[in-house]
């Protein structure tokens, strides 16, 4: 054994083989598996054998009018609106914290920043749900005690709803964008920020020249995770909302997960999560053209 080991190649396939069997197991299969069931007409208290019907799957969800189009445009919004927020107000605690590193309370300050991070989505959206409400909830009586508003259901109006779950995705992912930002920060090398500064370049062309060429790599993976992550929000809503009221805050993910886990109609949502699949490859494309688009120019 001892002897096998010292060949680089078998040291190496040793080493990897756990990993792709549990690739393999967890991922490869269960998708092959998925995309196998979509083309099939079954459900899971139906009592009857899977039934093969093609595409119908896909064009009974293309041809609703209620299905996926609402539901994508909705969800497209909230990516939309969310991320972006959230990289802003990332990027703006980054470039704070990033240039006062001799600030007093600097450690405390990041660790209660980092801290909604760290908490479980449901156990968020159940805060969250307690503090709109409103009868007790302490935003309605912080409101009502500045500015006499009177009891403001946030949950409940249609026109409200959508936007208080946002603030509260918000409240909890700005921070990792903050912790990317601050990452991306800590690889531009000093001695060109340094150079910079004595040759007198404005802010805005260090940022362009030198922060973004060296941090970008990092900040748009940043970016492209929580792109994914929001674009499957389903553990935020569920506790809030659950997809209310009306369908002012239903995203995809409540659609699939209530056409699976509730109507168990498995070779419909199997077709959803399909689509829902190629969309996330599509965007992560894009993402990564985008970051070598400038590599492209230059060669």
């Not at 196998?36 to 093609?54: A, C, I, R």
């Not at 927020?85 to 605690?93: H, N």
């Not at 077709?271 to 120019?297: E, K």
């Amino acid at each position: 054994m001892s002897r096998l080991l010292d060949d680089r190649k078998t040291l190496v396939a040793v080493l990897l083989a756990p990993v792709i069997l549990f690739f393999v197991v967890f991922n490869t299969i269960p998708t092959l598996w998925l995309l196998g069931l979509s083309f099939y007409n079954f459900s899971l208290t139906g009592g009857m054998p899977p039934d093969f019907v093609g595409f119908r799957n896909f064009i009974q969800i293309f041809n609703s009018k209620n299905a996926i189009w609402y539901d994508l445009s909705r969800t497209f919004t909230f990516v939309l609106f969310g991320v972006g927020i959230q990289t802003v107000l990332g990027a703006a605690l980054g470039f704070l914290f990033w240039g006062s590193k001799d600030m007093p309370g600097r450690r405390l300050a990041l660790t209660l920043l980092f801290a909604p991070m760290v908490l479980t989505p449901v156990a968020t959206g159940t805060f969250f749900r307690f503090i709109y409400d409103p009868t007790f909830g302490v935003l309605n009586a912080m409101a009502n005690g500045l500015f006499d508003t009177g009891p403001i259901d946030f949950l409940g109006n249609p026109s409200i709803a959508f936007w208080a779950v946002l603030a509260v995705d918000c409240w909890m992912w700005t921070p990792f964008m903050t912790l990317m930002t601050l990452a991306a920060l800590g690889s531009v090398p000093k001695a060109e920020l340094e150079a910079a500064e004595i040759d007198r370049v404005p802010f805005h062309r260090r940022l362009s020249l030198v922060i973004w060429h060296h941090g970008k790599f990092i900040l748009m993976l940043g970016i492209l995770l929580r792109t994914i992550d929001s674009f499957k929000t389903l553990d935020l809503i569920i506790p809030m909302t659950k997809g209310g009221p009306g369908q002012q805050t239903r995203l995809v993910a409540i659609e699939l997960n209530k056409q699976a886990f509730e109507s168990f109609n498995m070779g419909w949502s199997s077709a959803y999560s399909v689509l829902l699949l190629l969309i996330s490859i599509a965007m992560t494309s894009v993402f990564i053209f985008v970051l070598n688009l400038r590599r492209r120019r230059e060669g």
